[in-house]
């Protein structure tokens, strides 16, 4: 948000890091959420896949 004369990070803002296979099957995500001034990781996905890229297993892992 513009605040005067700079930007402002406000409120719901995150940042969505993910790592995808060689056949662009996502393998891992990891969403950080801003607090105080810093992203921070708060949940991560990850999803493995059979030799005909169906996803086999999937894991969450959050943290509150």
């Known amino acids: 948000m513009w605040m ?4 402002s990070q406000q ?3 995150y ?8 056949r662009g099957n996502i393998t891992f995500a990891e969403v950080s959420v801003l ?3 810093e992203y921070d990781p708060t949940e ?3 999803v493995e896949y059979d030799g005909d890229g169906v ?10």
Not at 4 to 7: K, Y
Not at 15 to 22: G, M, V
């Open 15 to 22: 940042h969505r890091d993910i790592t995808r296979d060689e």
């Open 55 to 64: 996803a086999r297993a999937d894991a969450r892992q959050k943290r509150w």
């Open 4 to 7: 005067g004369t700079d930007w």
């Open 35 to 37: 607090y105080e001034g």
């Open 11 to 13: 409120g719901n803002n």
């Open 44 to 46: 991560r996905f990850s």
